[in-house]
């Protein structure tokens, strides 16, 4: 089996998958603070053949992920950000800068779609733009709806916000003070992405596929004004597209005993 690992600052996200084909098997999710230390949120290690790693939130977190791969010996492949990669030429003018995550999602986008937009709606909101050519344009980095959400109970007095909205209309005006703050906060973000997207496509000439991502995805798309393909394994497929599975790994012939312990 092969562990995709898609460590960001607030989760870590993770599934299994067959290494003799593409089936999936399992997925999970945990807090990236609890840094991969409590046993039953973790797969078991022995039947891994290999590890793909995502990681934007420092190397202590990674550092954990990488004793867990060298005590029972299995391949951890660790993504990096750089200047090209499978036909996309990365827009930053130090590529090692942009976050792995959107590198990834952008070098998937491209090969499923060409042109894209490419939304990751996490922590933070994220805009990456791919032209037909495969040259990243740069994006847009903004809060997210938790991020805005919880930037409004330290900064204010008293100021309740809405726990859920998955179940509003958010498009109306809010009734009370509570209503208001969270629907401000979700025209805040979607409107930010509506204006990104339409002002991007005219500077191209022409519109591309909108992509969207990440746990707030499906929330986020009831507000956006383009057509929307969402794709929670975004980064996953970056992961699968710059490691795939070598005949030896499907084989099982990189895997090893784990150590004592």
């Keep these: 089996m092969i562990l995709d690992l898609d460590i960001g600052n607030t989760m870590t996200k993770w599934r299994l998958k ?6 999936i098997l399992e997925r999970g999710f945990l ?10 949120d973790i797969p078991d290690l022995r039947d ?15 550092g954990d992920v990488e004793r867990l791969c060298r005590r029972f010996r299995v391949p951890m492949h660790l993504a990096r950000s ?44 994220t805009i990456d733009i791919v032209t037909a050519e495969g040259q990243h344009q740069g994006g847009f980095i903004a ?27 958010l498009a109306l005006c809010g ?19 509506n204006q990104c997207y339409r002002q991007s496509c005219q500077r191209l000439g022409y519109e591309v596929p909108l992509l ?17 393909e969402q794709w929670p394994d975004m980064v996953y497929a970056g992961l699968e ?8 790994e499907k084989q099982g012939e990189l895997y090893g005993a784990p150590e004592k312990y």
């Design 212 to 228: 969207l991502t990440g746990g707030d995805g499906a929330m986020v798309a009831r507000g956006l004004d383009a057509y929307v």
């Design 82 to 125: 750089t200047v090209q990669f499978a036909g996309v030429h990365n827009g930053y003018l130090q590529p090692d800068k942009l976050g792995v995550d959107r590198w990834l999602g952008v070098l998937a986008g491209y090969h499923h779609r060409g042109a894209c937009c490419v939304v990751d709606c996490g922590s933070a909101v």
């Design 241 to 248: 597209l710059m490691f795939p599975v070598t005949e030896a």
């Design 31 to 40: 807090w990236t603070r609890d840094r991969w230390r409590n046993a039953e």
């Design 18 to 23: 067959s290494s003799e084909s593409s089936c």
């Design 143 to 169: 809060p997210g709806v938790r991020l805005m959400k919880e930037s409004l109970k330290l900064g204010t007095r008293e100021v309740p916000v809405e726990a859920d909205l998955e179940s509003r209309d």
């Design 175 to 193: 009734e009370n003070t509570q209503e208001a703050v969270s629907r401000g906060i979700y025209q805040a973000v979607t409107g930010m992405i």
């Design 48 to 62: 891994i053949r290999m590890v793909r790693v995502s990681n934007v939130a420092g190397q202590e977190v990674l």
